[in-house]
């Protein structure tokens, strides 16, 4: 049995826990440490960006940041400076392939004006895609926003005249705040099929940050159901953009 004085001093206990619980709250220090406000998100994005435009970081060490960055966001916050809600009321989502829609970050605090990367969102309604292709001399990756789509991406490994060699690196089901990103050197080609009726996926791009690639930055279409080569390999044939629309979009 439990004294009357042994169980005041336990109420009295939870009390002040609970107590110092409501405090801690109340004064925002028991929000996630590690994700940034949305403006500060942007900043850092601007910084890596200008680390691997200055060759301070490698395409494989700014896909790497860009990842672990993405994985920080506060993606309701997200939601809310690039509306949204607004993109989806005002866009028509294509019969074929995806809609592209800008967002304007001008108002966001201690951005520089120059940016360095590019920026859009990807909707789609359901079983259409952003449809397979790779990039030259670019990193990218994407934030889903809404929806569940199918990712896959390939390691370009090699370059012929009217073929690419690919490897499967990444295929499963992607929701709301998983990410994905492309550089020169790793998961370079990418694929999203919406499953779900209205699907919008967050990009930033940085283009052109290696003078050395000579290869122009413009989408490399591709069909990687081409054929089956040793080692898990594809002989993935280059396509046109319209017959990769036809076949994939
Ligand atoms: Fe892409």
């Known amino acids: 049995m ?3 004085r042994e169980f005041h001093a336990k109420l009295l206990g939870s009390a002040i826990a609970f107590g110092l619980v409501e405090l801690l709250r109340s004064r925002d220090l028991l929000a996630d440490p590690i994700k940034p406000t949305v403006d500060k998100w942007f900043l850092e994005l601007t910084e890596m960006t200008k680390d691997l435009r200055g060759r301070k970081l490698t395409d494989l060490e700014f896909q790497a940041k860009m990842e672990e960055l993405y994985k920080r966001v506060d993606l309701k916050a997200l939601c809310g400076l690039i509306k949204l809600d607004e993109v989806e009321a005002k866009t028509k989502l294509p019969a074929n392939g995806a809609a592209n829609v800008g967002f304007d970050l001008s108002k966001v605090d201690g951005l520089p004006g120059n940016l360095g990367f590019g920026k859009q969102i990807f909707g789609c309604g359901k079983g259409r895609s952003v ?3 790779g990039h030259a ?3 990218t990756g994407f934030i889903i926003l809404k929806g569940k789509w199918h990712g896959r991406h390939y390691d370009r490994m090699e370059t012929h005249a009217d073929h690419y060699v690919i490897k499967p690196t990444i295929d499963k089901v992607f929701g ?3 990410v994905s990103t492309v550089s020169d050197h790793k998961d370079n080609v990418h694929w999203f099929k919406a499953d779900a009726d209205a699907a919008f ?3 930033v791009h940085v283009i ?3 003078p050395k690639i000579k290869e122009s930055s413009g989408r490399l279409y591709l069909d ?3 054929e089956k080569l040793a080692g898990g390999l594809v002989k993935a044939p280059k396509m046109s953009s319209a017959d990769c629309h036809k076949k994939y979009g």
Do not use: A, L
């Open 2 to 4: 439990q004294s009357r």
């Open 131 to 133: 449809v397979p292709h």
């Open 137 to 139: 001399n670019m990193c």
């Open 176 to 178: 709301p705040g998983d």
């Open 201 to 203: 996926i967050f990009n």
């Open 208 to 210: 052109g940050y290696d």
């Open 224 to 226: 990687p159901d081409g």
